[in-house]
């Protein structure tokens, strides 16, 4: 079963940074589309990135599109969700997950996903 581990998680005030990195052992990580979603108490779990396994096509959730970017790193075997001008909404946990269910390309529904890590906090405070 594939492993999955999110890191770079923190605390960080409005306007600031953050780069997350999902990382996978044993496996190789260009075989799967991946998945960014986040989550806050009391809601549901929401896409907000993903990249196909090829690296060819991204998609970015509407309210962090020109703020966040996923990339990926075959050399480090790891996917990146670059985070820029992070607001207060964006605080949940995030997490990362893999997908075979795509040939190419990716969707940002978190039903499409079976590998998750256990998550990373990302907290948007003044």
């Known amino acids: 079963q594939l492993q999955l581990a999110e890191s770079g998680g923190g605390l960080v005030q409005p306007g600031g940074s953050l780069r997350l990195s999902c990382a996978a052992s044993g496996h190789n990580l260009g075989e799967y589309a991946i998945g960014w979603s986040r989550q806050v108490p009391g809601k549901k779990r929401e896409g907000v990135a993903c990249i196909s396994a090829d690296g060819s096509d991204t998609y970015l959730r509407s309210s962090v599109n020109g703020r966040f970017r996923i990339d990926r790193d075959a050399a480090k075997n790891t996917v990146y969700l670059q985070m820029n001008n992070l607001e207060p909404d964006d605080t949940a946990v995030y997490y990362c997950?893999?997908?075979?269910?795509?040939?190419?390309?990716?969707?940002?529904?978190?039903?499409?996903?079976?590998?998750w890590g256990p998550g990373t906090q990302v907290t948007v405070s003044s």
């Open positions: 997950a893999a997908s075979t269910t795509f040939s190419n390309g990716c969707v940002l529904g978190v039903e499409w996903y079976d590998d």
